[in-house]
């Protein structure tokens, strides 16, 4: 059995989960279309690697705050019906179950909010998933995240706690991705693997040798 890692956004899925959460409170009325203009500015920042992840999660977070997570997630289920169905790859799909199959763990780790990873994830058949850990006070919804994020190298800080929790062994670890910025991680298996991968991330796949995926 091996340990089986999967990015989640344009990996598992041919979109970032995010943007389609604000399409959905933009959609139903929840949320301003000024969003989807940040959103897109701070994807190029993210495409850069120059993302400040405090303003991201404050602008992903922003209709939410003062809410319990309860009150911001009544709608994911449609959420994930009506908007995350439509951007699952078939190969994502396969390659799951071809590792389920030959019983290996798998574990989706993401930066994106954890109320939003977790139930994907539990859709795609993954029961382990970690997430961008949201901060509340007193049950509510705050707009901030907690000081260490699941995002660069705060991904192998979540890795190896989880793996130290499950008292799993990182021996013969995959991880799946498409971005330069999980890096970081991919460095950290024993078998990176770049999933329709950035430019940046395929220069570095070739240069070291790295296999290489298309998922549709």
Same mark, same amino acid.
């Given at each position: ?11 598992? *899925?041919?979109?970032?989960? %995010? ?9 139903? #009325? ?10 897109? &500015? ?17 602008? *992903? ?31 994502? /799909? ?7 199959? $030959?019983? =290996? &763990?798998?574990?989706?780790? $993401?930066? %994106? ?10 859709? /795609? #058949? ?27 190298? #705060? ?13 799993? %062994?990182?021996?013969? $670890? ?23 991968? =950035? ?5 570095? $796949?070739?240069? &070291? ?8």
């Amino acid at each position: 059995m091996a340990i089986i890692v999967y990015d989640l956004d344009h990996t598992l *899925i041919d979109a970032d989960c %995010s943007e389609l959460w604000l399409q959905y409170l933009i959609d139903t #009325g929840q949320a301003g279309t000024q969003l989807i203009e940040e959103a897109e &500015r701070q994807r190029q920042q993210y495409m850069n690697g120059t993302l400040d992840m405090q303003d991201y999660l404050k602008m *992903i977070l922003k209709t939410h705050i003062g809410q319990t997570p309860a009150e911001a997630t009544a709608g994911i289920d449609d959420f994930i019906r009506d908007y995350v169905v439509p951007a699952i790859r078939t190969d994502a /799909l396969a390659n799951i179950q071809q590792h389920q199959a $030959s019983g =290996d &763990r798998c574990v989706v780790i $993401s930066a %994106s909010v954890d109320f939003l990873v977790k139930p994907i994830a539990k859709f /795609l #058949g993954i029961e382990d998933a970690i997430g961008v850990q949201i901060e509340t006070r007193a049950g509510l919804i705050t707009g901030a995240g907690h000081e260490v994020i699941c995002y660069q190298e #705060g991904k192998v800080f979540f890795y190896t706690q989880w793996l130290r929790e499950q008292n799993e %062994s990182a021996a013969g $670890s995959w991880f799946y991705s498409d971005s330069h910025n999980d890096l970081p991680l991919l460095e950290h298996v024993d078998n990176p693997v770049a999933v329709t991968p =950035d430019p940046q991330l395929l220069a570095v $796949s070739d240069a &070291r040798n790295w296999q290489v995926m298309h998922w549709q």
